[in-house]
């Protein structure tokens, strides 16, 4: 996720033609359509010392992977580790404002973790039930603790209470939650299930690692270093961020380096390697430039493992197959042909929030849906279990309203592709994708049109039908030059509780 303080979140941003299909450009200028948003803040901290085009040799998934990362078009982000048991709504991240006691008390929280209400078959069956067409699992957060059975094991640690302040020492455990007394892997169960429902899968990992302390000082890690300044091109940030909770540890020696980044890529080869096919490896935050060329290889090591797991761009700049924009929508379609998906979490964070009121509702949802497809990208909703693995009864809820929108609506979404243009939106309350063959349109009304559906960029075949989703018969409608298309809406349908659906509406519109 992106750097934020604890309460802010992240906040930053021919008419009937379609945008083609990705497989009938994808490649043929691949630099360009790899290139990450300039304003990306990620790509930002990496571009100084990341490659523009990457090195000969690498490559990226298939046409066939971003086809389908194209279908998608809405899923659910998960965010669950420590924190939900400490609480937090925004993942680790108020890990870095407590003092080192609190640390300290923290990382011995799995101890007594035994999340008993955990049912992977009722996560995916929620999911898939009700819309979504894949997941994204948070195995390890910003804060070290793998939610897998790793095999790796950390060296060393901090010492946050150790008489006259914090102090390394040596370790020896996979600080998991194998070693807690649930003792059962999270990510594996999850693959399972939700392959078993046709759900794809995005694990995602972070590359710092604020409970090794061989992964310091990258990406805010608690732990900085006299010369932070040459290992993290984001050093002064951090140390902002860290404020008087700084700790200053000796230098990592060449040995904590190589240990290090042994085990980031253990750690990557284990998720590729033990939980079957995985469509997407949702990478975090970033390391730094003395040890990119480590990084590098671990890329074309992923590529051996999985040659078609999109790899998001966090900390491999124009190396990645997608990015993901956060905590906002952007304004326009894309200014980049890397594919896209939003991310935006549901309540206050992406982690457990207890309130009920924090959580923005299905025609949010729904909206951000209609609103990113039309624009060529997808939604990803971001929800957190508590700390026994239960969602809040206020989003299940609101997932389950979505779904039964999208069980309306859903052809007018899923493996649809963007109009050429600025021809996605008419105003502000209209949106439009279209199927794939270039021959139908879908229009979508964010606010309920009235008696006539007024549409200036579109024009049917004359013969065309019109429909409506989840309206059984055809509409009628006129067109000419001057006024454009006009459908008439059915007075049947003027009272809101005899409408096809809640809170947006959409029409099927034949064009070629």
């Known amino acids: 996720m992106q ?28 630099h360009l359509l790899h290139h990450l948003p300039l304003d990306d803040p990620h790509y930002r901290c990496v571009k100084s010392y990341i490659e523009e085009a990457p090195v000969p040799g690498y490559q990226w998934a298939s046409p066939a992977a971003y086809e389908a990362f194209h279908d998608m078009k809405y899923g659910v982000r998960i965010h669950w580790g420590l924190y939900s048991v400490a609480g937090f709504a925004h993942e680790s991240w108020p890990f870095l404002d407590l003092g080192y006691a609190e640390r300290a008390h923290y990382n011995e929280m799995y101890k007594n973790w035994n999340p008993t209400g955990f049912d992977a078959d009722e996560w995916t ?14 195995t390890k957060h910003h804060e070290g603790f793998s939610m897998f059975d790793t095999r790796t094991r950390v060296r060393q640690r901090i010492r946050w209470d150790a008489a006259g302040g914090p102090t390394l020492e040596n370790s020896d455990l996979a600080y998991s939650i194998m070693e807690t007394p649930f003792r059962r892997d999270i990510v594996k169960e999850l693959c399972a299930a939700g392959r078993k429902r046709d759900l794809r899968i995005a694990l995602y990992f972070s590359h710092p690692d604020w409970y090794d302390a061989d992964f310091r000082p990258y990406a805010d890690h608690p732990a900085q270093v006299p010369s932070s300044a040459n290992l993290d091109t984001e050093w ?55 040890v990119w060329p480590q990084l590098r290889q671990t890329l074309f090591r992923i590529r051996e493992l999985q040659p078609n797991v999109m790899v998001r761009a966090r900390g491999i700049g124009n190396y990645g197959d997608y990015y993901t924009p956060e905590g906002f929508i952007p304004g326009s379609k894309s200014n980049t042909g890397m594919p896209w998906m939003v991310i ?12 009920a009121a924090h959580y923005k509702g299905a025609k949010w949802i729904v909206d951000n849906i209609i609103d990113t497809a039309a624009k060529g990208g997808s939604f990803q909703v971001g929800i957190g279990p508590d700390a026994t693995g239960r969602f809040h009864p206020a989003a299940i809820e609101q997932v389950k309203q979505v779904g039964a929108w999208l069980k309306t609506c859903g052809p007018g979404i899923y493996a649809t592709r963007s109009r050429d243009g600025e021809h996605w939106r008419e105003g502000e309350a209209i949106r439009f994708t279209g199927a794939k063959d270039n021959q139908t349109i879908y229009c979508f009304a964010l606010q309920w049109p009235g008696k006539v559906l007024n ?30 298309l006009n459908i008439e809406i059915p007075e049947a349908l003027a009272a809101e509780s005899r409408r096809p659906s809640d809170y947006a509406w959409g029409w099927t519109i034949r064009v070629g």
């Open 236 to 290: 002064m940030e951090s140390r902002k961020r860290l404020g008087r909770l700084i700790w200053m540890a000796p230098d990592p020696t060449p040995e904590a380096v190589t240990r290090m980044m042994a085990r980031h890529r253990a750690q990557i080869e284990e998720l590729l390697t033990n939980y079957g096919d995985i469509q997407m490896l949702s990478l975090d935050q970033w390391l730094g430039p003395t």
């Open 125 to 138: 069956s929620l999911f898939s039930e009700n819309g979504m067409r894949m997941f994204a699992f948070t």
């Open 455 to 484: 549409l200036r960029t579109v024009r049917p075949q004359p013969d065309s039908r019109i429909s409506m989703f989840g309206y059984p018969d055809a509409l009628r409608w006129n067109f000419d030059s001057a006024n454009g």
């Open 344 to 355: 935006y979490p549901l309540a206050s964070g992406f982690s457990y929030d207890p309130e």
């Open 3 to 30: 750097r934020r303080t604890f309460l802010s979140g992240a906040a930053l941003a021919c008419a009937s033609r379609l945008v083609p299909s990705r497989r009938s450009f994808a490649f043929e200028n691949p």
